[in-house]
């Protein structure tokens, strides 16, 4: 069975700091990765994903992720945070040998002062 | 082009009463999900469905079906319901039924379902 994890249930940064989002996984074989953001009463926005290839993913909005297979992990960065960036952040995930359902982590709230 | 939509947005239904909650993809998707996102949780996974077929089902009681139509819209039933099954359910569209594939999922706003 696969697991995300979100080690942090908020994250704080004044705006114009580095912004970064932990998550760890675990899954059998190779994963599929994902971010989502979601914003008060809406649905779920794809930031970025990990399929294969280059270990750094850049997305939506100038976030970033680093796959990292020997620590199972897959942090969201960005250099440099907006107040708008001030939402609920998902990890996923999804093996490549079931690849059809994303399994998510409980979700990090962000909040950006300014 | 309209994204993922959801019908309806928000319902109130009564313990033990059936409900029914659509999902229109975009158009030319031919993959609809459907996820339940109870109250300070990540979404869970309940059914995929693809070309009108069941493809996956989640850990979920038999009170929850759906179905696809020809149009690839879909409907998600659930019936006896339960305090527990307050939720936002989403649904999710895309092109093929993987989730690595290039085009990947695109999710609706949800319909949130409050029963009492």
Redesign the interface.
Known sequence: AQSVAQPEDQVNVAEGNPLTVKCTYSVSGNPYLFWYVQYPNRGLQFLLKYITGDNLVKGSYGFEAEFNKSQTSFHLKKPSALVSDSALYFCAVSPRSNDYKLSFGAGTTVTVRA | DAG?TQSPTHLIKTRGQHVTLRCSPISGHKSV?W?QQVL??????IF?Y?EKEE??R?NFPDRFSARQFPNYSSELNVNALLLGDSALY?C?SSFD????DNY???????T?LTVV
């Open positions: 993922v999900s996820y300070g949780q990540g979404p869970q996974f995929q693809y493809r996956g989640g989403l999710a039924y993987v989730t690595g990947g999922y695109t999710f609706g706003s949800g949130r």
